[in-house]
């Protein structure tokens, strides 16, 4: 058992960051804890898996450390963006990855410049290899990675790229590490224009959470969240694309 020393949150496990108060690598093994195994069910404490609330999503999406999200969307619906915006709003707490093996450093610098982005605590590493991607995130201690895009990544040089086997062993492997580390994932994911998601439907089984953005009308944005293993799925968030980015204007349904 582990105690956010701030503000005494209790978790199972050593976090990145303290859910309750946001402090930032706070968690310290409890005095007189014993060794991992099995406990009293009401003994677990809930503090650990208290969603964080992320900016532009507001509370129509609320995840807990550890999670893994697969957004889906057909090329050019805007991803990349919310994804970064995203990721900035989470580096305003702590350090965050972001990964891609799709653009290069100054295409996303570009975007980041255009959306006003100035988080010193948001790194970015243009790679393809996911052992390299997530021994860059232990690196620098990422609280949250997100990786555009799961079919540019590579786990293994067994399977070719963008087959289901590699599809699947990365998502496995990101899976793993986020549960291990506490780290909140994101894996963009491309969509074709009937809303299905490339790749063997595995992939949606293995994470905790799908999200779809499609085209809405008069150049809105519709983010379905067809799965979710923290609350209830089925929920409609539109956003419009300004120059700042994409913002909800309150509509959620």
């Known amino acids: 058992m ?20 946001g402090a930032w690598k706070a968690f310290q093994k409890k005095e007189g804890a014993t060794e991992d195994g099995p406990v009293p069910l009401l ?18 999406l609320e ?6 999200v697969l957004l889906g969307g057909e090329p050019g619906v805007g991803k990349s963006t919310l994804l970064l915006q995203l ?7 702590f350090p965050v990855l972001y990964a891609s093996g799709e ?8 975007r980041a410049e255009r959306l006003g982005i100035g988080e010193r605590r948001l790194y970015f590493l243009e790679e393809r290899s996911l052992p390299r991607i997530l021994r860059a ?28 086997q590699q599809l699947r062993l990365t998502t496995r492997k990101l899976i793993a590490y986020a549960k291990e580390k506490g780290t909140l994932t994101f ?18 089984h293995l994470v905790d ?19 979710n293993r923290y609350g209830p799925a089925g929920k409609i968030l539109t956003l419009r694309m300004h120059r700042g980015g994409l913002a909800c204007d309150g509509c959620t349904r």
């Open 187 to 204: 894996l963009a994911a491309q969509a074709n224009k009937s809303s299905k998601i490339y790749g063997p439907k595995a992939v949606e």
């Open 137 to 164: 995130a232990q690196t620098i201690s990422a609280g949250a990675l997100f990786l555009d895009s799961l079919q540019t990544t590579v786990a293994s040089l067994r399977y070719s790229a963008t087959s289901p």
């Open 87 to 93: 990721a900035a709003s989470l580096a305003r707490r």
């Open 209 to 227: 959470v799908v999200c779809l953005l499609e085209y809405g009308k008069d150049g809105e944005r519709n983010l379905r969240l067809i799965k």
């Open 103 to 110: 653009e290069g450093p100054t295409q996303v610098r570009e």
């Open 2 to 21: 582990y105690t956010c020393r701030f503000c005494g949150c209790e978790a199972e496990k050593d976090l990145p960051y303290c859910p309750r108060c």
């Open 63 to 68: 995840l807990p450390p550890g999670a893994v």
């Open 43 to 60: 003994d677990i404490p809930l503090e650990g898996y208290r969603g964080l609330r992320i900016e532009p999503l507001g509370d129509f």
